[in-house]
């Protein structure tokens, strides 16, 4: 299995490195690290040696994983942070951690946990995560709590210190996939005409027993903690859409045919959205945990818009991009309805002041393959897909069977070869 750096607003989770033991043992020698611990606080560098040289033997990837918690402004090295007791067939894991008193309560923590959970429950493809503490543990408790992690019982007398001899009880916790996914979900404006140049109504396709692409996009959605709220125009050739939307009971907007920013604007401000993440209908294998952890990284770190990642937008269609309303209505400002916002992201760059960020890359080999449907060849490798790995698969389950057959994106790869020259020459 492959554990990626991951990369937060301040800390970054990266391998264990050894050059980095006088930072782990500047922490390791504080008694008050020790506090909800078995054992006493380190004295010689040489302990903190050995229990490094520990934990590079547990972090095999095969049964456990260690990251490094490195600060992003002074690159010092404040925790670890692992991945344990990983059994691959029930694709189940506990969490363990540990961070340095002198930047607790700053929040890194739950951002630490934060990034494996959003790894774990999407490029990872496990399907629980536990924790244990120490029952009196009210920090580590209130962080795992927060996260969605959810109280499941007690084990008493757990631990046994080796400072006095007292036994006391763990706290355990879990949270599985289907929770994570369903918790709080985000929203998620699906993007949706019947209208294309390309492929007329390709919405309508059929895609597998339960109906056709865009019911197919509304129940992902739902399935992996996306709120859909249908997003489509007022032309008369749109009007099954809002149909459907009616018919599985979810929110739908109708707004202006060509310009979509302006369709988006007017869309968050009739549902009071203050944030928002893109999903385009043409992208039916999006990755919910993708999406979610863009929204959260819109959120955490101030931003305007995120962008999708690199892998997504070159074909991938993993995630969309997240949006303030403030950012898109001061973008279609001026813009009447027949402007033509295709190219969104250039009216977006012009807004003075615009703070942009791009997704990190979780996975670093992600799968070559174009997942969009603007092509027959795009909806023969589409539905191919459905067929072999279901409509609700998880995205990584998807990627596993990519590289399982090499060549199926060959199929219609050079479709994304066209489309890229075709955007690249488009005026805007």
Not at 178 to 195: C, E, F, K, Q
Not at 208 to 227: C, K, S, T
Not at 239 to 264: H, M, Q, S, T
Not at 344 to 373: C, F, Q, S
Request: glycine share 8%; charged share 25%; proline share 5%.
């Amino acid at each position: 299995m492959d554990f990626p750096s991951l990369k937060g607003r301040k800390i970054s989770l990266v391998p264990l490195d050894a050059a980095a033991i006088d930072d782990l043992h500047a922490y390791s020698v504080m008694p008050v690290f020790y506090r909800f611990l078995e054992f006493p606080a380190f004295t010689e560098r040489a302990q903190t040696e050995a229990y490094f040289a520990k934990l590079l033997t547990r972090s095999n990837g095969e049964t456990g994983h260690y990251w490094m918690i490195r600060l992003n402004d002074t690159g010092q090295v404040v925790g670890t942070f692992g991945i344990l007791d990983i059994d691959v067939r029930k694709r189940s894991a506990e969490l363990g951690y540990g961070l340095s008193p002198q930047v607790w309560g700053q929040g890194l923590f739950a951002e630490a946990l934060d990034l494996v959970v959003d790894w774990a429950f999407g490029a990872g493809g496990f399907h629980r995560l536990w924790v244990k503490t120490r029952a009196d543990n009210l920090g580590s408790i209130k962080a795992v709590a927060t996260a969605g992690f959810r109280r499941e019982g007690v084990l008493r007398d757990y631990y046994l210190s080796q400072v006095d001899g007292r036994y006391t009880d763990a706290a355990l916790f879990a949270l599985i996939g289907a929770d994570y996914m369903t918790n709080d979900p985000i929203p998620g404006l699906v993007t949706v005409r019947t209208s294309s140049s390309r492929l007329p109504q390709k919405c309508l396709l059929p895609f597998g027993p339960d109906g056709n692409v865009l019911e197919h996009i509304i129940r992902r959605a739902r399935a992996f903690g996306i709120e859909p709220i249908v997003c489509t125009s007022v032309d008369a050739s749109d009007d099954v859409i809002e149909r459907i939307a009616a018919a599985l009971g979810v929110k739908c907007f109708r707004g202006a045919l060509a310009n979509k920013l302006k369709r988006w604007s007017d869309c968050a401000a009739q549902f009071g959205l203050t944030a928002f993440h893109t999903v385009d209908a043409d992208d039916p294998f999006f990755d919910g945990a993708e999406m979610r952890r863009s929204y959260r990284f819109l959120q955490e770190g101030g931003w305007d818009m995120v962008a999708p990642t690199e892998s997504s937008s070159a074909g991938g269609a993993s995630v969309g991009y997240t949006l303030t309303a403030d950012i898109v209505r001061r973008a279609s400002a001026g813009l009447d309805d027949e402007a033509d916002t295709e190219m969104m992201w250039y009216h977006v760059a012009k807004v003075p002041g615009l703070k942009k960020a791009t997704l990190p890359e979780i996975d670093p080999n992600p799968v070559k393959v174009r997942l969009t449907l603007d092509y027959q060849e795009d909806y023969w490798l589409l539905d191919s897909i459905r067929r072999m790995a279901g409509n609700l698969a998880p995205r990584p389950a998807i990627d596993e069977l990519l590289r399982r057959n090499p060549d199926l994106y060959k199929v219609n790869w050079f479709r994304n070869e066209e489309w890229a020259a075709g955007q690249a020459a488009k005026k805007v």
